[in-house]
């Protein structure tokens, strides 16, 4: 099993290659989702990819541009899991 899990998997997209995006500057779900595609499928990972900014906003560029989200739709910005629900990232942490 690798130890890069996959956060989000409607797109394919793991922890690392979500890290390297937010210690380059990278600081809102819009400019992840316009970089690599996370996020724009179910909404499920969402949780987990604001607490990655969270845990390394203080990490790398700060005053790197946030160019706009090639995406606007209010469905993709309303979407996340649940109240209370632990989320795959969580899930995958406790199990470390
Ligand atoms: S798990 Fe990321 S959009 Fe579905």
């Known amino acids: 099993m690798t130890d890069d899990p996959v956060v989000c998997v409607c797109a394919g997209v ?3 290659e979500l890290t390297s995006l937010i210690r380059a500057g990278v600081r809102t779900i819009d400019g992840i ?3 690599c595609r996370a996020n724009t499928g179910c909404g499920g990972c969402r949780e987990d990819i604001e607490e990655l900014i969270d845990d390394l906003a203080g990490s790398g560029p700060e005053s ?5 989200a090639a995406c606007r739709s209010i469905a993709h ?10 989320t795959h990232l969580e899930e995958h942490r406790a199990h470390r």
């Open 14 to 16: 793991h922890e690392e």
């Open 33 to 35: 989702r316009m970089r």
């Open 64 to 68: 790197a541009p946030e160019p706009h």
């Open 77 to 86: 910005r309303s979407v996340g899991p649940p109240a209370g629900r632990v």
